[in-house]
Each structure stands twice: as structure tokens, then as C-alpha cells.
């Protein structure tokens, strides 16, 4: 309750479709948890509730949440067909969740099709909708468009870097309320208690002969062909790497991840005594295992974000992470065989790995959820509803169209 003469605590609800979203959330959802003047709401939908992708919601639970509303949308299908209609009876449980949660700001992260559900529900319902990781770029997935169009909807802006900030303004929004933080995924790394190699090898079941390659291979959704093309390729670049000890994990739930995860699979299988296949491995295992691995390998953003911070070489295929910021660790490679494979060897090289251990990131520095919090708490929500357009003048100043009015490009925090 209460007291007579206070305020009352800041209803901040944050969504979570996925296992990914979820470990980059993390600390936020912590520190308004601890927070004396937030009241922590918990919206869990997408892959976190499907026994296909592990049943991630019970690590939210296990990290001490309580989650406040639950959200089935995951139709067996993931066809294009498949998708749009998951997309589809999310947005009708996220209107009923929303409506009977009443949060001051909704917070959402990334660029899944899932966050466009929950923040087109917030935007109808006139909820003010904090975005984090808006600004970024992959132009080989369907999840670039999908991204700025989470933007446009938003109120507020949390942005890793100052590059990314000046995108949401090229997208009209107000200076003032575009914030750059950092990558929320450093803060994890951060506050990182790693697991030793004996601790991993017990818990995977796999010995971990050098070199260990950590594996993670999403469609490729916004080229045209087949999405899944470059799985092949990376499977049999993996066999000219004989002696590597082999852990990948399964793609997020887009159009075709069903067929790649049956290709690992089949991988694993006919080679038991060095891989390993995992559903999800929770932050503070994949995030070990990165820190002990000779390289990060296949088309995820964590191999250009939290890898090169965890001082570990990536090897990038393909197009998918196109765009993004990279640092030197990062060796790009089209999606051949051949030419994966000569990036792994030159990836777990003592120079490559002399490279990486450098920790060299373009992503900031840790504290971003420190950051979002004090900037989400201090927030008048009463004035972001209200939103209009502010071009971008030539010397880089911003003005309202309508009104003619100026703004400093204030609101990078360093």
C-alpha cells in the first residue's frame, strides 16, 4: 500500500518473447524489480512457452520474477502463412493482457515479430511503449523492417550507441527522448559469474576438447531464395574442422527454424562424442561457454556483440547480420563451405585469438540498465503520447514541422 502522500510506484510492464530478449532484459527487469519507486509487470509470450524451444519461461521464474501474464501464439507451423497467424493471436492476448495489467509504459526490446504485436496492442491501448535496441541494422533478416517499425510506434528510445540514435532521429523522433545507453547485453557480461570448463563439461554431458566452436544458425528472412541455404554449407565447413569439439544452439522461431533444427540434429547425431544440440542454454551458460570457446560461428547477433566483449573470435556467415557495427575479432565470410572453413582456422589461430583478446567492443560500455531505469522512472508520461514528427536540419538540429520549434540533439549519456 501506499503511505498517504507518496507516489505510487511506476507500473512498468516488460515483454519477453524469447530466450535471447529475455538475457538482454535481464538486468533491467532486476533493477525495477529492487527499484522502491517501480512495481515490476511481467509479460512472457512467444518461444519462452513452447516445449520445441525449452520452456524458457522457467528461467525467468527461477531468477525470482513472477510473471504477471502468460500468452499462448505459437502455431506448430512456421511458414510464412504460419508466422503472420501467430502474429495474429498474439496481438488478441497481448490486447487482453495489456487491458487487465494497466502498465504506465510497456518496455520491449529488439525487433521480433512478437514485439511488433505487443507494441501495436500498447499503441492502440494508448500505452507509452519504451523501446530498447532501436537504431541497429540487419538487412538480411525480416526483423530490419520490423525494428523501425517498433520505433515509429515507440515513446521513448534506448539505443546502444550514438550511431543508432541518429537513425531514430532520421525517423522523426524527438531528440529528448532518444537516449543512448549502451548494449544492454554488456551488462550481462558485466555481472557475469562464469562457470568453470569442468562445471560446463558436467552440465553439457561433452567433453570440451579444444577448439570449442559455439554454433548458432537463424533463417535468413529477407533474401530472396531459401532462408535456410547457408545451413548446409555450415554443417559440412564444420566437418573440415575434424578435431573441434562442436555446441550449437537452436534458431529463434522464424519461418523455416524447423528445418535447420532438424539438420543440427542430424549433425549431432552422427557425430555424439563432440556435439552437443541445445534447445536454449540460459545466460549464464551460453555466456560461459562463449568466454571459453576458441570462436562464436554462424549468423547471431551475439557473436558481434557479446562475443568480441567476452574477448572470443566470431566467425559471421552470410548476410543476415549485414549492417551492424563490427569489431576487429569479427571475420565476415559468405555462406560456402570453403570459405567457412577457412574462417574457423583462422578464427582459432593464436593471432586471431590474440586479436580478440582485446575486448575491443562497438557497443558501448556496461550500465545500460542502470541508465534505462533512471531515464524510465523520471520519464513524464503524461507529454509522450503525443507525438510528431522532428526533421532533421542540415546542421544536424532537430525541428518540430508542425510548429517550427528547435531542439538540441541532446540525450546521449555516456
Known amino acids: 500500500m501506499t503511505a498517504p502522500g507518496s507516489v505510487a510506484p511506476r507500473r512498468v510492464c516488460v515483454f519477453t518473447g524469447s530466450r535471447a530478449e529475455y538475457g538482454l532484459l535481464r538486468p533491467t527487469m532486476t533493477r525495477l524489480h529492487d527499484h522502491d519507486r517501480a512495481e515490476l509487470q511481467v509479460l512472457v509470450s512467444g518461444a519462452h512457452l513452447s ?80 523501446h530498447i535496441a532501436g537504431g541497429e541494422t540487419t538487412e538480411g533478416a525480416v526483423d530490419e523492417s520490423l525494428r523501425h517499425a517498433v520505433t515509429k510506434m ?28 549502451g548494449a544492454p547485453g554488456l551488462d550481462g557480461i558485466a555481472g557475469l559469474d562464469p562457470l568453470t570448463a569442468p562445471q560446463l563439461e558436467a552440465d553439457l554431458e561433452l567433453a570440451l576438447r579444444p577448439p570449442v566452436l559455439v554454433v548458432t544458425y537463424h533463417p535468413v528472412t529477407a533474401v530472396g531464395g531459401d532462408p535456410v541455404a547457408g545451413c548446409g554449407p555450415l554443417l559440412e565447413a564444420l566437418d573440415a574442422v575434424p578435431g573441434a569439439t562442436v555446441v550449437f544452439t537452436m534458431p529463434n522461431a522464424d519461418t523455416a527454424a524447423a528445418r535447420i533444427s532438424a539438420a543440427l540434429a542430424r549433425y549431432v547425431a552422427g557425430h555424439p562424442e563432440r556435439s552437443r544440440l541445445f534447445p536454449a542454454l540460459g545466460q549464464r551458460r551460453y555466456l560461459s561457454l562463449v568466454a571459453h ?31 551492424r557495427p563490427r569489431a576487429a575479432s569479427v571475420i565476415d565470410c559468405p555462406e560456402e563451405a570453403g570459405a567457412i ?4 582456422r583462422a578464427a582459432v589461430s593464436p593471432q586471431w585469438q590474440r586479436r580478440a583478446a582485446a575486448r575491443r567492443s562497438p ?35 532537430a525541428h518540430d514541422g508542425r510548429y517550427g520549434e528547435q531542439h538540441a540533439s541532446g540525450g546521449r549519456q555516456r
Open 51 to 130: 516445449p520445441a524451444f525449452g520452456l524458457t519461461h522457467e528461467a525467468i521464474t527461477a531468477d525470482g520474477f513472477a510473471i504477471d501474464e502468460r500468452v499462448e501464439m505459437l502455431l506448430s507451423s512456421v511458414s510464412p502463412v504460419g508466422v503472420v497467424k501467430s502474429l495474429g493471436l498474439a496481438l488478441t492476448g497481448f490486447a487482453d493482457a495489456l487491458a487487465r495489467l494497466r502498465p504506465d509504459v510497456l518496455v520491449v526490446l529488439g525487433d521480433r515479430y512478437e514485439v511488433l504485436a505487443a507494441a501495436t496492442a500498447a499503441l492502440l491501448l494508448r500505452i507509452p511503449i519504451a
Open 154 to 181: 515507440a515513446h521513448l528510445h534506448f539505443v546502444a550507441t550514438d550511431r543508432f540514435r541518429d537513425r531514430v532521429l532520421q525517423l522523426g523522433e524527438h531528440p529528448g527522448r532518444v537516449l543512448t545507453v
Open 363 to 397: 557497443y558501448g560500455r556496461p550500465g545500460a540498465a542502470h541508465r534505462i531505469v533512471t531515464a524510465l522512472l523520471a520519464a513524464d508520461l503524461d507529454e509522450v503520447l503525443a507525438k510528431r514528427f522532428h526533421e532533421i536540419d542540415a546542421d544536424g538540429g
Open 293 to 323: 570457446a576458441a570462436a562464436v560461428v554462424g549468423n547471431s547477433s551475439s557473436g558481434l556483440i557479446e562475443a568480441p566483449a567476452l574477448g572470443t573470435p566470431t566467425v559471421n556467415v552470410g548476410e543476415r547480420q549485414r549492417g
Open 341 to 344: 572453413a577457412a574462417a574457423v
